[in-house]
Nanobody, 127 residues
């Protein structure tokens, strides 16, 4: 059973907004940097955003900068991805992931080895 569970996906029109949540069932994840990734049909899984354990630093893929904001609430063991100005190209299954040995700034480069993944939540953006 996954220790990370994503919520909040759905169908939205282009230009709309969604907020994804990722709840961790393991308290120790509070001290881990966390990342969001997405996998669109026919494409490779790609890095979206990451955040340090304290929430003090965030990193974004160029394709989502300005439009997406990642945050976390460690009292709730939850990270969020606020998505604004959504485009059809944002359609994908979104996953959160973490690894105690991987810093937020490196998650995009080493996503294949991250130890914990959620089951994903589908975001569909219609034109």
């Amino acid at each position: 059973q996954s220790q990370l569970v994503e919520f909040g996906g759905g169908l939205v029109q282009a230009g709309g907004s969604l907020r994804l949540s990722c709840a961790a069932s393991v308290r120790t994840f509070t001290y881990y940097d966390m990342g969001w990734f997405r996998h669109a049909p026919g494409k490779e899984r790609e890095f979206v955003a990451s955040i340090t354990w304290s929430g003090g630093r965030t990193y974004y893929a160029d394709s989502v900068k300005v439009r997406f904001t990642m945050s976390r609430d460690n009292t709730k063991n939850t990270v969020y991805l606020q998505m604004m100005s959504l485009k059809p190209g944002d359609t994908a299954v979104y996953y959160c992931a973490t690894d105690k040995n991987v810093a937020a700034e490196n998650m995009g480069a080493v996503s294949r080895v991250l130890e914990a993944w959620g089951q994903g939540t589908l975001v569909t953006v219609s034109s």
